[in-house]
């Protein structure tokens, strides 16, 4: 079975842009996972999807930041506009859900934001 | 502050050493789950340990859970070269089970 496909895995962009990272969950999985990964941060949740239903919208990110799940096996993570704290991997992840099961994750995008 | 954290930044051995990472909670949760993370890839899960179990092994791993204290650990045995990531405890929220927050990760590094 295929993993969690994430694209691109690398995004560089100019201060103010508009940039789409892209998800494909593993196949039949019901929750979508947003994390966005720095340093000092570590691994944060962005957006959480079930059964294509938002369930956590990211609080603190959700002035520029909007995740979609536009069919079961597809999402994608707008960021508008984009400002140099944006720079970190955003990472992917799927699970069978419903309750505290393996998240699987893709191998992230790394953005830069200039 | 965190609701889940690891008690160390990073952690140095050399091969075919021991070596345990602990990790401290703050809610109670249904699981605590923790993930491998190598240089380029995302985090891979190790072992899920749910609040009615104490302990798991899985091959060279075992993670031992104590809700008393809300603390974990992860112990590697007979270290390799290839274990050298970053590995983080993740938990849900016992209330929310589907959010699951993680730690910010101890790297370990294993040296030859």
């Known amino acids: 079975d295929a993993g969690v496909t994430q694209t691109p895995r690398h995004e560089v962009a100019e201060k103010g842009q508009t940039i789409i990272l892209k998800c494909e969950p593993v196949?039949?999985?019901?929750?979508l996972f947003w994390y966005r990964q720095t340093k000092i941060q570590g691994l944060e949740l962005l957006s959480y999807?079930?059964?294509?239903?938002?369930?956590?919208d990211g609080g603190a990110f959700k002035d520029r930041f909007k995740a979609e799940m536009l069919n079961s096996s597809f999402s994608t993570l707008k960021i508008q506009p984009t400002e140099p704290k944006d720079s970190a991997v955003y990472l992917c992840?799927?699970?069978?859900?419903?309750?505290?099961?393996?998240?699987?994750f893709g191998s992230g995008t790394r953005l830069t934001v200039l | 502050s965190q609701l889940a954290e690891e008690n160390s930044w990073a952690l140095s051995v050399h091969e075919g050493e021991s070596v345990t990472v602990n990790c401290s909670y703050k809610?109670?949760?249904?699981?605590l789950q923790w993930y491998r993370q190598k240089s380029g890839k995302g985090p891979a899960q190790l072992i899920l340990?749910?609040?009615?179990?104490r302990e798991k092994r899985n091959g060279r791993l075992r993670a031992t859970l104590d809700t008393s204290s809300q603390s974990s650990s992860l112990s590697i045995t007979a270290t390799r070269c290839e274990d050298t990531a970053v590995y983080f405890c993740?938990?849900?929220?016992?209330?929310?089970?589907?959010?699951?927050?993680f730690g910010k990760g101890t790297h370990l590094h294993v040296l030859p």
């Open positions: 992840a799927s699970s069978f859900g419903p309750d505290a099961e393996t998240l699987y």
């Open positions: 196949s039949g999985h019901n929750d």
């Open positions: 999807f079930r059964s294509k239903s938002l369930m956590e």
């Open positions: 809610t109670s949760i249904t699981a």
């Open positions: 340990i749910r609040s009615n179990e």
């Open positions: 993740a938990t849900d929220l016992d209330t929310n089970a589907y959010k699951v927050i």
